[in-house]
């Protein structure tokens, strides 16, 4: 599949027949296709080309669809297949899912700021109650926020189960991460405890509050201001909602506690919202699936050597955003770069497309100290921690460390042009947050001023294409923690973020790690000065 842009027409799996680009991700490409088999419209994610050598990012959409497809509810989206297809001598898996018409609640919010109080609570309670399913299978989403709730003619859908994770894992990957978004982490969550359903139901409080009032219930001006009020702040009292039954006040309220257990259930949280305004929870057993036992799991003691295949074995691809999801396994963990968005084409929304925004991740390489540790006050979370828009973002930067020895490491940042307008000459500014400094750049040259950064790409790849993306492999060394960067700058353009860390050597020099990246002697260019 050559250039994502030119596959309009192309069959994948002799079934399903890409229509329309619905809206890119971090790593994968959104379509609304056909299938021709049961003749109806679906929406399709693929692998974007250019990540199709990388095995982590291969195994991050197939995790996906195994999470969504456990599940059966009326209020999550549906998964229908998983296939992959061979293409330029590249594996490109790709997704089929349910393609519904409507809007986020975070585009809702944006556009009206505040709900009905009735349209607010039978969200919530739908909402509540697939998530309610979801934990009776043992899955917890890790990432309820109003960008991955839908809002369709059918009701409210819960989208993304990209980080989910199962029940009782720890809730902090091998790797040290933490993947979330940052207005909406539970304070356990920021101690890296095992996974609980009680961090969505926090994450549900906070939708209610939100949805409500029309704002949180702290204020915050970075990432770390953030992160503190969900350990110590207490939530401001609930404005008076005219009509609002004091139950739903109360529920909010306890929902947003500090301590897990004094929260309510996810399936009691469906059923005080739904009995408030008169509907029905839709808490049915008969909507759940089951379960299954699966290898490495700690119901068969047995070893795991990657999760099975999902769904028809199908022979082509296509993905959207970087993220990585739980995986049912004894081992196995979901990670994922938190930030979702769509762009969106004649009112289709595609459920399932991958977040964007994933802010204050570190890597702290060997012998890193408690993920609550890790977080640094760096830079200035973007506008709204995850609520605002995404749709209109003119630029796309994803950056992941790929190699970290506690004292160097290897990075890639992959910019993409998600605007309309051809971009000349070209550079990438960042900040590191903490004693970050480059000693080595492939495909471009550097200047550094402190912790200021300017990246410029080669001489022959100043010109970027709408669409068109430029990775550069970075090398440096830092003392303490390194600490990933949030913000980024294509030119004036303030982009849209994705950061991670991604497992690689943890030790070796500078130039040995540079090499292991590339695949080529690390023989660099001298920084800009």
């Known amino acids: 599949m050559g250039g994502v842009a030119n596959d309009c027409g192309q069959l994948l799996g002799d079934r399903y027949r890409l229509i329309q680009r619905l809206g890119t991700g971090g790593t994968s490409v959104v379509w609304r296709g056909y299938d021709?088999?049961?003749?109806?419209?679906?929406?399709?994610?693929?692998?974007?080309?250019?990540?199709?050598?990388?095995?982590?990012?291969?195994?991050?959409?197939?995790?996906e669809a195994q999470a969504a497809a456990r599940l059966c509810h009326p209020h999550i989206t549906n998964v229908y297949d998983y296939g992959e297809a061979v293409r330029d001598e590249a594996t490109l898996p790709y997704v089929v899912m349910e393609l519904v018409d409507g809007?986020?609640?975070?585009?809702?919010?944006?556009r009206k700021h505040i709900l009905s109080w009735r349209d607010a609570v039978v969200a919530c309670a739908e909402v509540a109650s697939a998530l309610a399913a979801a934990h009776a299978t043992g899955v917890v989403h890790r990432d309820v926020t109003p960008a991955n709730v839908m809002l369709t003619s059918t009701g409210a859908k819960v989208v993304d189960f990209g980080i989910s994770a199962l029940a009782g894992e720890s809730d902090?990957?091998?790797?040290?991460?933490?993947?979330?978004?940052?207005?909406?982490?539970?304070?356990?969550?920021?101690n890296g405890g095992q996974v609980s359903p009680a961090t969505d139901v926090y994450a549900v409080g906070l939708l209610l509050y939100r949805s409500l009032t029309g704002r949180l219930p702290w204020q915050a001006a970075s990432v770390t201001q953030m992160l503190r009020a969900h350990?110590?702040?207490?939530?401001?009292?609930?404005?008076?909602?005219?009509?609002?039954?004091?139950?739903?006040?109360?529920?909010?309220?306890?929902?947003?506690?500090?301590?897990?257990?004094?929260?309510p259930t996810s399936e009691e949280v469906a059923k005080t919202l739904a009995a408030s305004v008169g509907v029905a929870a839709g808490l049915s057993p008969s909507m759940v699936a089951p379960l299954p036992n699966r290898p490495g799991s700690d119901t068969d003691g047995g070893t795991d050597d990657g999760p099975p295949p999902v769904g028809v074995d199908v022979t082509c691809g296509l993905e959207v955003t970087g993220l990585d999801l739980p995986v049912a396994t004894g081992t196995g963990r979901r990670r994922r770069l938190r930030t979702s968005w769509v762009q969106r084409r004649a009112e289709a929304v595609v459920i399932g497309v991958g977040l964007m925004l994933l802010s204050a991740l570190v890597w702290a390489g060997a012998g890193a100290t408690p993920a609550t540790d890790r977080f640094r006050e760096a830079v200035a979370a973007p506008p709204d921690f995850g609520l605002a828009a995404q749709s209109s973002v003119p630029c796309r930067v994803e950056y992941t460390v790929r190699g970290d020895s506690g004292r160097e490491f290897v990075a890639a940042a992959t910019v993409t042009n998600t605007g309309s307008a051809e971009l000349t000459d070209w550079s990438l500014r960042f900040?590191?947050?903490?004693?970050?400094?480059?000693?080595?750049?492939?495909?471009?040259?550097?200047?550094?001023?402190?912790?200021?950064?300017?990246?410029?790409?080669?001489?022959?790849?100043?010109?970027?294409?709408?669409?068109?993306?430029?990775?550069?492999?970075?090398?440096?060394?830092?003392?303490?923690?390194n600490t990933l960067p949030l913000?980024?700058?294509?030119?004036?353009?303030i982009c849209g973020v994705s950061v991670a860390a991604v497992p690689g050597q943890a030790a070796g020099a500078t130039t040995e790690l540079l090499e292991t990246a590339t695949g080529q002697p690390a023989t660099d260019p001298s920084p800009v000065r």
Request: hydrophobic fraction near 40%.
């Open 36 to 63: 021709e088999i049961l003749d109806r419209q679906v929406a399709i994610k693929v692998l974007a080309p250019q990540y199709a050598p990388d095995q982590v990012f291969r195994h991050r959409i197939r995790v």
């Open 431 to 481: 900040a590191f947050p903490g004693t970050q400094r480059l000693t080595a750049v492939r495909g471009g040259q550097w200047e550094q001023q402190g912790g200021d950064v300017r990246l410029r790409p080669a001489a022959d790849a100043t010109t970027l294409a709408p669409g068109a993306t430029a990775q550069l492999q970075l090398a440096g060394d830092y003392d303490g923690v």
């Open 231 to 263: 350990l110590h702040t207490v939530p401001d009292p609930m404005p008076p909602v005219a009509g609002l039954p004091a139950e739903v006040v109360d529920l909010t309220l306890r929902c947003l506690a500090k301590c897990p257990a004094d929260r």
């Open 487 to 493: 913000e980024f700058h294509l030119d004036e353009l």
């Open 172 to 190: 902090v990957g091998p790797d040290g991460n933490l993947l979330g978004t940052p207005a909406y982490l539970a304070p356990e969550r920021l």
């Open 103 to 110: 809007e986020s609640l975070a585009t809702r919010l944006r």
